[in-house]
Nanobody, 126 residues
Framework: QVQLVESGGGLVQTGDSLRLSCAASGRSWSQFKMGWFRQAPGNEREFVAA????????DSADSVKGRFTISRDNVKNAAYLQMNSLKPEDTALYYC???????????????????WGQGTQVTVSS
């Protein structure tokens, strides 16, 4: 089992920034591709961003390109999501997830991720 814990969410205004953190347990952290997803009430879980095992490759949803940046620190066993220029439509519960599937593909489907954190709430007001 892999345990993931998110933090850093909060209530902010349009245009503000937040940095979400994901702390992971285990010595095999660098074997996992990591992703961030979000889910708003009444909506399906939505892909936000993903990062490769070594952090050399990233991918992100069109809705957040240029505003959100995913990163990881394999020494600290942590992943991050820097969120800038926040909009009300970014309001959601944000989850980090670990992808143990073989290969280097950065998956966008939640079903491809094996472990999930409990989520941290981000609320952006007008």
């Amino acid at each position: 089992q892999v345990q993931l814990v998110e933090s850093g969410g909060g209530l902010v205004q349009t245009g503000d920034s937040l940095r979400l953190s994901c702390a992971a347990s285990g010595r095999s952290w660098s074997q996992f591709k990591m992703g961030w997803f979000r889910q708003a009430p009444g909506n399906e879980r939505e892909f936000v961003a993903a990062i490769s095992r070594g952090g050399r490759s990233t991918d992100s949803a069109d809705s957040v390109k240029g505003r959100f940046t995913i990163s990881r620190d394999n020494v600290k066993n942590a992943a991050y999501l820097q969120m800038n220029s926040l909009k009300p439509e970014d309001t959601a519960l944000y989850y980090c997830a670990a992808d143990l599937t073989p290969g280097g593909t950065l998956h966008k489907a939640a079903a491809q991720y094996n472990y999930w954190g409990q989520g941290t709430q981000v609320t952006v007001s007008s």
